[in-house]
């Protein structure tokens, strides 16, 4: 009975911060975008919306057992590294894709 219990409190919390950083803070992304003028919308690419969906398998997949370490925590904060590495690369290789004029030679 114990451990039913804990899938449960595991499932809500799993679902309750992914459905916070898809609708909550996205969309004040998306509101003070448009006060300093940068346009964003919620048009999620392949690679965003992957990503979330592996950082949603890996916590779900770590907390599958119920118990936490200093290791888990260790691989779950590499995780957050390569995501922001790929992210940042991803996003240097678009500037620098459209800083060179490669984008604008194709029709």
């Known amino acids: 009975m114990h451990h039913s219990n804990s899938d449960i409190s595991l499932g809500v919390a799993i679902g309750s911060s992914t459905q916070i950083s898809m609708f909550v803070v996205h969309?004040?992304?998306v509101v003070v975008g448009w006060i300093m003028?940068?346009?964003?919308?919620l048009n999620f690419q392949l690679?965003?919306?992957t990503t979330l969906i592996m950082t949603?398998?890996?916590v779900a997949f770590m907390l599958q057992?119920?118990?936490?370490?200093?290791f888990k925590g260790v691989i779950l904060v590499f995780c957050y590294?390569?995501?922001a590495a790929n992210l940042f690369s991803s996003?240097?290789?678009?500037e620098?894709?459209?800083?060179s004029g490669f984008a604008e030679d194709k029709p």
């Open 27 to 29: 969309s004040i992304c």
């Open 37 to 41: 003028g940068h346009p964003l919308d």
């Open 65 to 70: 057992d119920g118990t936490s370490n200093y």
């Open 96 to 99: 620098l894709t459209f800083v």
């Open 81 to 83: 590294l390569i995501v």
């Open 56 to 58: 949603v398998l890996v």
């Open 47 to 49: 690679f965003e919306t």
């Open 91 to 94: 996003t240097l290789f678009m």
